[in-house]
């Protein structure tokens, strides 16, 4: 899958650069974006857990009266993109964008826990006779999360206010094509017992994790493309072709997880920008 889609960019690139060549399109400035994508997290049970590990020593373990906790959370995740801008016969809009991003994505996380609670001694006041009662407590905790890294294919059609202005703001849509190429399942369990009296101490903690590594996937992402742009100078040549810019990209992602379910994710990216254009 990476080979494929190595080639394609390779192709696309090719097929530009003799566009470009034709008068077609005009390669006329470069971009790099840092940013943290924010997305819904996917609620993985017990039963997922067992379908993306099988053979897991932790998964073996009697869960019995343990309770899931479902819920939907969120989580953020850094993203790399680096673009080429290309216009049209010269003319300022549209902006054709092209390039290659490089994020992480947690897809989903789950837990299922117990907690008991029982009475170990008790004590009594020889003045009041009144009676203390000492707790012991046990708690057990298995949690997870699948994590995919991505290496995709992105491309977008901007249209700008007075691109050649001080300040500018853009907008547009674009597309984001991505192949997962390091994906696993961390899985943990605690266990933890705690006595309060030191004449009875039976507090005792121990850990346990396994990581299984999961099939090549792919996902796709739609995404609107909002931004505000900067140009450093105002008289230096050189300054005049820095811009600085902010972009927010609200999208919808679609990712299969192999063997076990098709996603569909909302998304909102936030990244800061640089733009050299010639």
């Given at each position: 899958?990476?080979?494929k889609?190595s080639?394609?960019?390779?192709?696309?690139s090719?097929a530009?650069v003799?566009?470009?060549?034709?008068?077609?399109?005009?390669?006329?400035e470069?971009?790099?974006?840092?940013g943290s994508?924010?997305?819904l997290?996917e609620?993985l049970?017990?039963?997922?857990?067992?379908?993306?590990?099988p053979?897991?020593?932790i998964?073996?373990?009697?869960?019995t009266?343990f309770s899931s906790?479902?819920?939907t959370?969120?989580?953020?995740?850094p993203?790399?993109t680096?673009?080429?801008?290309?216009?049209?016969?010269?003319?300022?809009n549209?902006?054709?964008?092209l390039?290659?991003?490089?994020s992480?994505?947690?897809?989903?996380?789950?837990s299922?826990?117990?907690?008991?609670?029982f009475?170990?001694d008790?004590?009594?006041?020889?003045?009041?006779?009144?009676?203390?009662?000492?707790d012991s407590?046990?708690s057990q905790?298995m949690?997870?999360g699948?994590?995919?890294?991505?290496?995709?294919f992105?491309?977008?059609l901007?249209?700008?206010?007075?691109?050649?202005?001080?300040?500018?703001?853009?907008?547009?849509?674009?597309?984001?094509?991505g192949?997962?190429?390091?994906?696993f399942l961390?899985?943990?369990?605690h266990?933890y017992h705690?006595?309060?009296n030191?004449?009875y101490?039976?507090s005792?903690?121990?850990?346990?994790?396994?990581?299984?590594?999961q099939?090549?996937h792919?996902?796709?992402?739609?995404?609107?493309?909002?931004g505000?742009?900067?140009r450093l100078?105002k008289?230096?040549?050189f300054?005049?072709?820095?811009h600085?810019?902010v972009?927010?990209?609200?999208?919808?992602?679609i990712t299969?997880?192999?063997s076990?379910?098709?996603l569909?994710?909302p998304?909102?990216?936030?990244?800061?920008?640089?733009?050299i254009?010639?």
């Amino acid at each position: 899958m990476m080979k494929k889609l190595s080639f394609y960019f390779l192709f696309v690139s090719t097929a530009l650069v003799a566009q470009e060549k034709s008068g077609c399109l005009q390669l006329s400035e470069a971009q790099v974006l840092i940013g943290s994508n924010l997305s819904l997290l996917e609620t993985l049970s017990l039963s997922d857990f067992n379908t993306l590990a099988p053979g897991s020593s932790i998964l073996a373990k009697d869960y019995t009266g343990f309770s899931s906790d479902y819920y939907t959370g969120t989580y953020t995740n850094p993203s790399y993109t680096g673009l080429l801008g290309f216009t049209f016969k010269n003319k300022p809009n549209p902006l054709l964008r092209l390039g290659l991003g490089y994020s992480t994505r947690t897809l989903g996380t789950g837990s299922s826990s117990r907690y008991d609670s029982f009475h170990y001694d008790t004590l009594t006041s020889a003045q009041t006779g009144e009676q203390i009662f000492l707790d012991s407590t046990h708690s057990q905790n298995m949690y997870g999360g699948y994590q995919s890294t991505y290496l995709s294919f992105d491309a977008s059609l901007i249209f700008r206010t007075k691109p050649s202005a001080r300040w500018s703001i853009y907008g547009g849509i674009g597309v984001n094509v991505g192949m997962a190429f390091n994906s696993f399942l961390d899985i943990h369990f605690h266990d933890y017992h705690y006595a309060p009296n030191s004449d009875y101490n039976q507090s005792n903690w121990t850990h346990e994790n396994e990581r299984f590594n999961q099939k090549t996937h792919v996902s796709g992402t739609i995404y609107v493309p909002m931004g505000l742009d900067f140009r450093l100078g105002k008289r230096s040549e050189f300054l005049n072709r820095l811009h600085l810019f902010v972009e927010t990209r609200p999208s919808m992602t679609i990712t299969t997880i192999p063997s076990l379910k098709t996603l569909l994710t909302p998304n909102i990216t936030s990244s800061f920008g640089l733009r050299i254009v010639w």
